[in-house]
């Protein structure tokens, strides 16, 4: 397996420099205009722009990862989907030209993932996000809110329009399931929170270019038994990428940890990944926020849970893992 990191898509010389310093080759990024300053990625030279720059610096853009783009009017069945559509089925495009292969993608609508608590203390005072249902805030408005039959149709719309683009390129799409995984949060219904929905997704779409982003923390949080899943998923070829995070709870009450500070067994599920066939990219999932780092306000993830120190304590983790049981990481 290749060990990556999620990376902000501008160059951070504090956050790039450490990747790189621990041993980290393959990249992924959230391309979008909100983080890189430049045009949406669906435009073929910002994307570009964005891959030479993580080149020069010894990356290998590897994947992008989350909406790259406003992707509401596709999950919520708006006016203008097929205009969004068309610029996915572009972004797509531009990724085949370029050599960028995965996009890890998820079908949240209105509400990404989500915490209702982002400062839990945890070991030494490092602070970690959470999620407690009795915590939650309000209903979101009506007109965000969808039904869980009009989000399957929204999903059979999607997939049927940009999946031959995604097969002419050789682009794996990665469906992240929905974070907490529980039917509905604030009102807004959810499809991708179980085993079920995703056999449902790979049985409905029986394609080369659907596949799933096996996140073991937000599956872990469903309660079912990780091990029986990832080895029927990873036995037909349709893991594509793999999030590592543990947490303490279960999907209506629980707290991130340390990568080794969680009940989870780290050791033992990194080799029966690899056991299974995995050989894709894994990357550390949300780390707590450690000394020195800052604690900004929760939007759509990019610094709660996503400082570096925490990443780079998990990298060290897995590597060491992996070297004890003689597992390659494409790391230096």
């Known amino acids: 397996m290749k060990l990556s990191l999620l990376l902000p898509p501008k160059f951070d010389e504090r ?3 450490l990747a790189r310093q621990v041993g980290i080759k393959q990249a992924i990024t959230l391309a979008s205009s909100e983080y890189s300053d430049k045009p949406p990625p669906y435009e073929y030279a910002s994307l570009k722009s964005t891959r030479d720059t993580f080149n020069e610096f010894g990356f290998e853009l590897f994947g992008l990862e989350g909406d790259q783009f406003d992707m509401d009017p596709i999950k919520l069945g708006l006016p203008n989907r ?7 089925i572009q972004l797509l495009e531009n990724m085949g030209r370029l050599d960028i292969r995965l996009l890890c993608y998820n079908f949240m609508a209105s509400i990404g993932w989500y915490r209702t608590e982002t400062d839990l203390p945890e070991r030494g005072g490092a602070l970690v996000s959470g999620y407690k249902t009795a915590n939650e805030e309000p209903h979101v408005s009506p007109e965000k809110q969808v039904s869980t039959e ?3 149709d929204n999903l059979s719309y ?6 031959p683009t995604a097969e002419k390129h050789g682009i794996q799409l990665a469906m ?3 974070d907490p995984p529980l039917p509905s949060i604030r009102g807004v219904n959810r499809i991708m929170y179980n085993g079920e929905a995703f056999d449902r997704l790979l049985r409905d779409f029986p394609s080369e270019s659907n596949g799933i982003t096996f996140c073991h923390g937000s599956l872990k949080a469903t309660g079912e038994d990780l091990k029986l ?5 990873m036995s037909q070829g349709k893991v594509f990428f793999l999030h590592f995070r543990d947490i303490k709870g279960t999907g209506d009450d629980f707290r991130e940890t340390f990568h080794d500070n969680g009940p989870t067994p780290m050791a033992e599920y990194v080799q029966h990944y690899h056991d299974c066939g995995f050989r894709g990219a894994l990357r550390p999932d949300h780390a707590p926020t450690m000394y020195g780092e ?3 306000s929760f939007h759509g993830g990019i610094s709660i849970g996503y400082e570096i120190l925490g990443k780079v304590f998990a990298i060290g983790y897995f590597k060491g893992i992996c070297d004890a049981r003689d597992i390659p ?3 230096d």
Not at 82 to 88: A, G, L, M, R
Not at 158 to 163: N, Q, W
């Open 82 to 88: 097929d205009e969004c559509i068309e610029h996915f």
């Open 15 to 17: 956050k790039w420099t």
């Open 229 to 233: 899943l990832s080895k029927k998923w």
């Open 329 to 331: 990481t494409g790391t």
């Open 150 to 152: 009009k989000l399957w």
């Open 176 to 178: 992240h399931p929905d």
């Open 294 to 296: 800052n604690l900004n």
């Open 158 to 163: 999607f997939l049927k329009a940009v999946l």
